[in-house]
Antibody, heavy 118, light 110 residues
Framework: EVQLVESGGGLVQPGGSLRLSCAAS????????MSWVRRAPGKGLEWVAN????????YHVDSVKGRFTISRDNAKNSLYLQMNSLRVDDTAMYYC???????????WGQGTQVTVSS | QSALTQPASVSGSPGQSITISCTGT?????????VSWYQQHPGKSPKLMIY???KRPSGVSNRFSGSKSGNSASLTISGLQAEDEADYYC??????????FGGGTRLTVL
């Protein structure tokens, strides 16, 4: 059974940084594209970033470009999201997810909450 | 990277059918047959219900079906059940290895 477990969320002041982690098990991690998706309070899902199987390709939504960086360590079966220059509107539950065929996201973690507030 | 357009809410009675629309552009929904649909119950993680426009993952009820026409996609739920009450999101590949979600639709089972 595939399991994705996010960690690293918390309360941070505007302008601060956080590094989210996603530990994967039950799959050959290095074979899968991975993604981060977030849901802000009272709002819908928003795609944040994707990364290729070998980490050679990284793609981010415009609103986080230059501030967030997706990365992975296939030896540790782990996905990361480095978040810098955090803003109040980055407050959200952050989920990691695996891609299946057709650019769909078929396995999701339970999420980690990020709150940006002074 | 503008969000796909979904109705904010839909409702139906048990046993009825409902359809949720998802409107994009020729840069996303209209250009690829790569629309997926997700169900999210309060406090839970999203669940994939439909991929590649109309395919169901293993374990998803055949009461859920998807279709696409032009720049729009639709999710139909037949034989509504109380457990279907949730938020539903469409998502499309938008080129250059990016995705775009819809704003979400709250389904209420009356």
């Amino acid at each position: 059974e595939v399991q994705l477990v996010e960690s690293g969320g918390g309360l941070v002041q505007p302008g601060g940084s956080l590094r989210l982690s996603c530990a994967a098990s039950g799959l050959t991690f290095s074979r899968y594209w991975m993604s981060w998706v977030r849901r802000a309070p009272g709002k819908g899902l928003e795609w944040v970033a994707n990364i290729k199987e070998d980490g050679s390709g990284k793609y981010h939504v415009d609103s986080v470009k230059g501030r967030f960086t997706i990365s992975r360590d296939n030896a540790k079966n782990s996905l990361y999201l480095q978040m810098n220059s955090l803003r109040v509107d980055d407050t959200a539950m952050y989920y990691c997810a695996t891609f299946r065929s057709g650019w769909s996201l078929d396995c999701w973690g339970q999420g980690t909450q990020v709150t940006v507030s002074s | 990277q503008s969000a796909l357009t979904q109705p904010a809410s839909v409702s139906g009675s048990p046993g009825q059918s409902i359809t949720i629309s998802c409107t994009g552009t020729s840069s996303d929904v209209g250009n690829y047959n790569l629309v997926s649909w997700y169900q999210q119950h309060p406090g839970k993680s999203p669940k994939l219900m439909i991929y590649e426009g109309s395919k169901r993952p293993s374990g998803v009820s055949n009461r859920f079906s998807g279709s696409k026409s032009g720049n729009s996609a639709s999710l139909t739920i037949s034989g509504l059940q109380a457990e279907d009450e949730a938020d539903y999101y469409c998502c499309s590949y938008a080129g250059s290895s990016t995705l775009v979600f819809g704003g979400g639709t709250r389904l209420t089972v009356l």
